[in-house]
């Protein structure tokens, strides 16, 4: 099945971040280094046939557009989206919706956490959300490229397949009844639904949802940014995926 794309160039700057492309199965088209290449980083850009140039500083420096790169840069000329079939058939830990989370920054950190929790999959919609652009592929640190990330037409149809395919949608309210700890006790197959920055969780797509589960808070504090509120919630649903 073919993967949708990007047509954006990225471009990806930092030791670990171009290491977790390279490991990846993305298109790389050039990678540079400022003096001598770190040399895992080398043998990884060699198996996969990927040029790797040293430059002078202020070469880099203009390539990066004069944002922190730690002396190395690549660049992918596209990036490959999942289909949904592909995130709604895979198994282990949860699965991650995102309904028009539009902050570049709370993108690559929420697809930062993703990763390291073991997901499944993302889910974000094509309208009014942030897509994965050179901002996002920083602020994840590289791991959005380690991230099975489905970008759809419509979120509603998506999470109803979802449903089909057996996950079940726990939707992060902050009025909800039930904590999200609680709601994670004995839950096969999560997959949580995250609103954007200011709205929230749009009525149909919750209306979709078979959960509402909230983060409990101590007194005086209403809410949490939304990448860090996605990362405590999606540990409690995927800690299963640690044998815990």
Not at 177 to 182: G, I, L, N, Q, S
Not at 199 to 217: H, K, N, S, T
Request: glycine content about 8%.
């Amino acid at each position: 099945m073919a993967h949708r794309r990007t047509t954006e160039t990225l471009l990806v700057m930092g030791v670990n971040p171009v290491r977790e492309l390279l490991a990846s199965a993305h298109p790389v088209e050039r990678v540079w280094v400022r003096g001598a290449a770190d040399p895992r980083l080398a043998a990884a850009a060699a198996a996969r046939h990927v040029p790797v140039e040293s430059v002078a500083p202020d070469v880099l420096a203009r390539l990066a557009g004069g944002a922190a790169h730690q002396g190395v840069l690549a660049r992918v000329p596209e990036y490959r989206y999942a289909e949904l079939e592909e995130v709604s058939a895979a198994s282990g830990g949860a699965v991650l919706v995102l309904d028009e989370v539009q902050d570049p920054q709370n993108l690559g950190a929420i697809l930062r956490t993703a990763r390291a929790a073991g997901v499944a999959g993302v889910v974000i919609p094509k309208d009014r959300a942030a897509a994965v652009t050179t901002a996002v592929a920083s602020a994840s640190a590289g791991h959005v490229f380690g991230v099975r990330l489905a970008r759809v037409t419509n979120l509603v149809r998506a999470c109803r397949a979802l449903k089909e395919a057996g996950w079940w949608l726990v939707a992060l309210v902050a009025a909800a009844p039930r904590d999200v700890f609680e709601v994670a006790r004995g839950l096969e197959r999560p997959a949580l639904v995250v609103g954007s920055e200011g709205g929230g969780i749009r009525p149909l797509v919750r209306q979709q949802c078979d959960f509402e589960a909230a983060i409990p808070m101590a007194p005086g504090v209403e809410s949490l940014n939304v990448s860090v509120a996605a990362a405590i919630a999606l540990y409690a649903l995927a800690r299963r995926a640690f044998g815990a």
